[in-house]
């Protein structure tokens, strides 16, 4: 833990008393590193190792931006397995609790198309998924990305290694040019700087050693 607390932030007040009740006292090293960077809407590359709480690193920034009135993908967030978009749906929710009505949208493969269809038909906020379902929605036109301001590459090293270069790419070309891209990786091999250089613009690089 950094023992800096959330309120050093510049958030909503709403937001804080939420980070209370969730008992985040104060900010994990790589949140404490990387909110301050990701909160001006810079680009950033985040390295921590799981459980370092990385979660809020980009879901804080995708909430303190959300429009709650407009109900179209605003975050868009890629994860390299089914669990690991479940968990980062569950902590975002856990971190919207403040704001009515948000709705977290968790696109998979392995499961039914239809009812993701169907929520979607309802309108999302925040979309988290793996890339080739992602993918296939953007394909049948079931999902639209032009509204998009915050995108997540979240465990970059683990997508990379499972071949979702090529569907990240396609994926990125439907989200305007103009947006904030955050990537996150435990490693940092040599691909994930042209990995980088494909999606980001200037990104600051933050780096937590230890896993807290
Ligand atoms: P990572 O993605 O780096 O593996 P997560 O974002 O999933 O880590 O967070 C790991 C756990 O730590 C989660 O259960 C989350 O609720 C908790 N957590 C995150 N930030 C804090 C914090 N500042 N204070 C206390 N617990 C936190
Ligand atoms: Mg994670």
Same mark, same amino acid.
Not at 162 to 190: E, V
């Given at each position: 833990?950094?023992? +800096?607390? *959330? ?38 590359? %985040?390295?921590?190792?799981? %459980?370092? /709480?990385?979660?809020?690193? *980009? ?11 407009? *109900?179209? $993908?605003?975050? #868009? ?9 479940? +968990? ?18 968790? #696109?998979? %493969? ?5 009812? +993701?269809?169907?929520? #979607?038909?309802? /309108?999302?906020?925040?979309?988290? /998924?793996?890339?080739?379902? @992602?993918?296939?929605? #953007?394909?049948?036109?079931?999902? +639209? ?11 970059? &090293?683990?997508?990379? &290694? ?9 994926? $990125? ?12 990786? $435990?490693?940092?091999?040599?691909? @994930? ?20």
């Amino acid at each position: 833990m950094s023992n +800096q607390a *959330f309120s050093s932030l510049d958030l909503p007040q709403k937001l804080l008393s939420n980070l209370d009740q969730l008992g985040y006292k104060t900010m994990t090293d790589i949140q404490a590193l990387s909110l301050p960077v990701t909160l001006e809407g810079k680009d950033l590359i %985040g390295k921590a190792k799981t %459980g370092s /709480g990385k979660t809020a690193s *980009f879901g804080i920034p995708i909430l303190t931006k959300l429009n709650p009135k407009f *109900f179209g $993908a605003q975050g #868009l967030v890629l994860c390299p397995t089914r669990e690991l978009a479940t +968990q980062v749906a569950t902590e975002i929710r856990k971190l919207a609790r403040y704001l009515s009505n948000i709705k977290v949208v968790t #696109l998979c %493969g392995g499961q039914p198309i239809g009812p +993701q269809i169907g929520s #979607l038909e309802h /309108g999302a906020h925040i979309v988290v /998924g793996t890339p080739g379902r @992602i993918k296939d929605h #953007l394909r049948k036109g079931t999902l +639209q990305l032009e509204g998009v301001e915050t995108f997540v590459l979240d465990e970059a &090293d683990r997508m990379l &290694d499972m071949g979702f270069f090529d569907d990240i790419n396609y994926i $990125a070309d439907f989200t305007p040019r103009k947006k904030q891209t955050l990537l996150f990786s $435990a490693t940092f091999p040599t691909d @994930i700087e042209t990995f980088s250089k494909n999606f980001q613009y200037k990104p600051v690089a933050v780096e937590v050693e230890s896993s807290h």
